[in-house]
């Protein structure tokens, strides 16, 4: 090994180092809170567009949540109104069945009154005939 030139302090070398050491120490601490502090911009940056972005998903779902409720709502407005309209119907279809039955019952019974007077005029005529 080859000895240190005449003019080497080994001191000085030593405070020389330290004295680099340390300004790179300070200079790593320097970057160290920007980046820290950037980080924590990002951060809040980031947690900000997240709240927002919750906030505009909660309100789609609660529009949809609202769109369906309605959509549900018209559909059983509709169902009951379509269910209305065929009791309606059934009960003008009953009511219709029933007067045709009062007819028919009714044209039965002329028909039978006027053949029972009939065979009883017959019948009155026939012991004239023979009575008489």
């Known amino acids: 090994m080859a000895a240190p030139p005449?003019?080497?302090d080994p001191a000085?070398?030593?405070a020389s180092v330290t004295a680099q050491v340390e300004r790179l120490q300070a200079a790593a601490l320097t970057h160290v809170t920007s980046i820290n502090q950037k980080v924590?911009?990002?951060k809040q940056a980031i947690l900000g567009k997240a709240g927002v972005e919750r906030t505009n998903i909660q309100n789609a779902v609660g529009q949809q949540k609202a769109g369906v409720s309605a959509g549900f709502?018209?559909?059983r407005r509709q169902f009951g109104q379509q269910v209305d309209e065929e009791r309606q119907a059934m009960r003008a279809a009953a009511d219709q069945e029933h007067e045709l039955l009062k007819t028919s019952t009714a044209q039965k019974l002329e028909a039978f009154v006027t053949?029972?007077?009939t065979h009883r005029s017959q019948m009155h005529e026939k012991l004239d005939e023979?009575?008489?």
């Open 115 to 117: 053949q029972t007077e």
């Open 6 to 8: 005449s003019e080497y």
């Open 40 to 42: 924590g911009t990002v």
């Open 130 to 132: 023979e009575g008489g």
């Open 73 to 75: 709502s018209e559909r």
């Open 12 to 14: 000085a070398a030593s």
